[in-house]
């Protein structure tokens, strides 16, 4: 069931207190795009940091709207941080007269607005205002180290790419071994995704 309100329960969404790894996905014009990013939860502020140069931060100073999708797949946090989103991996929902994109097979998504932007050298820091939201499919799923593992280490590839620096290829073999220990089938392929773009 479609949502729209300002009073939305971000719980309900599964957006808790603390930093929630989210595939944020926006718009400018016809191009869509996804990317993993953290949404900031902290007492009764919902938050965004988003580091220059990416097109999530072009889009954002654009339009001040995004979309946080939540979803367990661990290949989606691969998929959207090294390539493009394919367009038949998104929805477009329309509400308010705007055009939201979400991932179709995210399990909820959570609409904002961006306001009270702060621009630093680096990055845009943004308050989250959600629009409106929709939950796909609610079931329940323990934690999985593996999952977890993998955010990490798609993180320091990231930061691997960008620095070049060996300490980054190091705790990506680390969290390796978690993923191979705890991780199941779908982890264990997205990790071997994640090599391939090193």
């Not at 929902?93 to 961006?114: G, T």
């Not at 790419?161 to 980054?168: A, D, L, P």
């Not at 220990?181 to 071997?192: D, N, S």
Request: aromatic residues 10%.
């Amino acid at each position: 069931m479609l949502k729209e309100s300002r009073k939305l329960k971000l719980e309900d969404f599964g957006l808790f207190e603390g930093i929630s790894e989210t595939i944020v996905t926006t718009s400018q014009g016809l191009s869509p795009n996804a990317a993993p990013m953290g949404i900031i939860r902290k007492h009764d502020t919902t938050l965004i940091r988003i580091f220059k140069g990416s097109k999530t931060y072009k889009n954002i100073t654009t339009d001040n709207f995004l979309v946080a999708n939540i979803t367990n797949d661990p290949l989606a946090f691969v998929r959207y941080t090294f390539s493009e989103v394919l367009p038949e991996d998104i929805q477009t929902i329309y509400s308010q007269e705007r055009e939201f994109p979400v991932l179709k097979d995210a399990q909820s998504w959570v609409a904002f607005e961006c306001i009270n932007t702060k621009i630093t050298p680096y990055s845009l820091v943004a308050e989250l205002r959600p629009v409106m939201g929709h939950v796909n499919c609610c079931y329940p799923k323990a934690p999985n180290r593996g999952l977890n593992a993998l955010i990490e280490a798609t993180i320091h590839a990231t930061r691997y790419k960008m620095h070049g620096e060996e300490k980054y290829l190091e705790l990506i073999n680390f969290y390796e071994d978690i993923i191979n220990k705890c991780g199941g089938e779908r982890e264990k392929e997205a990790l071997r995704l994640l090599r391939t773009y090193l």
